[in-house]
């Protein structure tokens, strides 16, 4: 009783948020045909309801994933079990929420297939996000999976594309130990591993400098090493003349993390319970996307109309 | 002399680095440059957090507008530090990880940093919609081409792009918005990226060999000379 209760009072909230907010559009709408200007103001308060809404009544979409995502997706599928696989965390909190949603994602997909993870980042802030993919997705859900033998974090580093040109010839020389100070050649997981030469796939995850796109310069095209990529929305054009040769996928913004989730999610049920923020916030996303979409009318219309009235050069 | 020292500097090491490509037992010594690029690199945070120290300590002296702000940074700076240098709360030691869960490191990471950062980026949807709306307006030919593909990509970025054009027959699927979108990103997009990527790195190459060959000396302060 108490559930159905709480669908309701939900459902209802989704409802009058959207009368709310599409309600005001229509009226913006034909106020717009007498050519009249919107404060930005107003702008901006829709876009709070836009936003704020999905979140307090969860509005939630059918994902499924595209080509493009796909081909992170399949590599780690296809991958032999055992394979070893580095996870790069180039980002920041403020580029977080887009993208650490692929991170959790993909870590979960590829220790639930049996590979073996190296955790790293080349910004300062990516080491602590990754000790929270470790400390929400890793230990909690795969507790069987052991330090130094399924996955390891070496952390972080200094030196941007310096790191990444030496570490494609030798590991040891930037990172002689884990981040817990523990030396690499006393790593089970690094016995075999002299440099990214010897890993099957490298993942790296963020959208700024250096990031996915140095990645791919520095070490996935010249050492000939599979590549998948996450970044934020507004850097996914630049990584699409590396796909699908340098990269296998891409992972773009919420978008991608959602889809990457949803596909996740269908094909191994024992997750279907799992935390999927891409998918949670694909509420918000799409009903900004949608009143930005009416405000690029609305701006259409007054302008053409002000044209008429000779208002508008 | 202060000049010409580190003109030949510049000029051998990219000679060299050139050089070595082509000859195989020293074509490594590259990644030898690089270590000694990041051992400088390290002394770039003791240069940066000196300098962060002696502009807002001068702003306070000095009780400029918005001194306590640097109050606020200064003490900020000097308790990240102090919870990161000293691993304080970290239950492995000073050996351990500097973001060990339950190190005050990570926890003013976590409750403060985080939360701080994503709300500061999360504001440019706000702005976003603003410059949209005033923007995106067929003014001409161009401007209506550049407001279609916004359109598409934006419509293709959410779940009712499909639900639109999802009754589109297969044989014509690229008519779907999603479908059009990633064309967008594909096709049109890809030709423009590519463009501006061969043009940054002719561009690369060129002032490569100013550099070496001691024409830009900007790097040297002789800006304007």
């Known amino acids: 009783m108490n559930n159905f209760l709480l669908i309701s009072l939900s459902d209802i909230g989704v409802i009058i948020s959207l009368i709310v907010i599409f309600g005001g559009l229509l009226w913006l709408l034909i106020r717009s045909i007498k050519a009249k200007e919107v404060d930005r103001r107003i702008i901006f308060i829709f876009i709070f309801v836009a936003v704020a809404a999905p979140i307090l009544f969860p509005i939630t979409f059918q994902e499924s994933a595209t080509e493009v995502v796909k081909g992170v997706y399949d590599k780690i599928e296809n991958l032999p079990a055992g394979s070893k696989i580095l996870i790069s965390f180039d980002f920041d909190p403020a580029m977080a929420p887009e993208v650490q949603p692929m991170a959790n994602a993909i870590s979960a997909h590829a220790l639930e297939k049996g590979h073996k993870i190296i955790f790293m980042s080349l910004w300062a802030t990516g080491q602590a996000l990754l000790s929270q993919t470790l400390e929400t997705v890793v230990l909690p859900q795969f507790p069987e999976k052991e330090e130094f033998v399924d996955y390891v974090n070496i952390g972080y580093k200094a030196g941007n594309e310096g790191v990444l040109n030496v570490i494609v010839a030798d590991f040891r020389q930037m990172f002689p130990t884990d981040v817990n100070s523990v030396p690499l050649d006393s790593i089970p997981l690094f016995y075999n591993l002299k440099s990214c030469k010897d890993l099957d796939m490298i993942v790296s995850i963020g959208g700024g400098k250096p990031g996915p796109k140095e990645w791919v310069l520095f070490v996935g095209d010249p050492g000939n090493i599979p590549m998948g990529v996450g970044v934020a929305a507004v850097v996914a054009p630049q990584l699409y003349p590396y796909y699908p040769k340098q990269v296998v996928g891409i992972l773009g913004g919420v978008k991608g993390a959602a889809e990457y989730e949803s596909e996740f999610v269908k094909n191994y049920s024992k997750f279907e319970n799992m935390d999927t923020p891409g998918l949670r916030m694909m509420g918000p996303q799409t009903l900004a996307h949608m009143v930005i979409m009416c405000f690029i009318i609305i701006g259409n219309v007054i302008f053409f109309r002000s044209r008429r009235k000779g208002g508008a050069k | ?225």
Do not use: C
């Open chain 2, 1 to 225: 002399m202060k000049r010409e020292i580190p003109l030949f500097i510049t000029f051998f090491v990219g000679v060299l680095l050139i050089i070595a490509v082509f000859i195989p037992p020293i074509e490594n010594i590259e990644k030898t440059f690089t270590l000694f690029f990041d051992i400088i690199a390290v002394f770039a945070f003791f240069l940066g957090g000196g300098n962060l120290i002696r502009v807002h300590v001068r702003k306070l002296g000095d009780r400029k507008q918005d001194w306590m702000y640097s109050l606020v940074t200064l003490g900020g700076f000097a308790l990240m530090l102090y919870a990161g240098l000293f691993k304080i709360g970290n239950d492995g030691g000073i050996a351990a990880s500097v973001t060990a869960e339950g190190s005050w490191f990570q926890e003013i990471f976590n409750y403060v940093i985080n939360p701080l950062q994503s709300t500061m980026y999360s504001l440019l949807a706000f702005f976003v919609a603003s410059a949209s709306y005033r923007a995106f307006r067929a003014k001409n030919k161009e401007a209506t081409i550049l407001l279609i593909a916004a359109f598409i990509i934006l419509l293709g970025r959410t779940p009712f792009g499909m639900m639109l054009t999802g009754w589109i027959p297969d044989s014509f699927s690229i008519f779907q918005i999603p479908n059009l979108a990633i064309w967008i990103m594909n096709s049109a997009n890809l030709a423009g990226q590519r463009a501006i990527m061969i043009g940054i790195g002719l561009g690369v190459v060129s002032m490569s060999l100013r550099l070496i060959l001691g024409v830009e000396r900007t790097y040297l302060g002789e800006e304007g000379k």
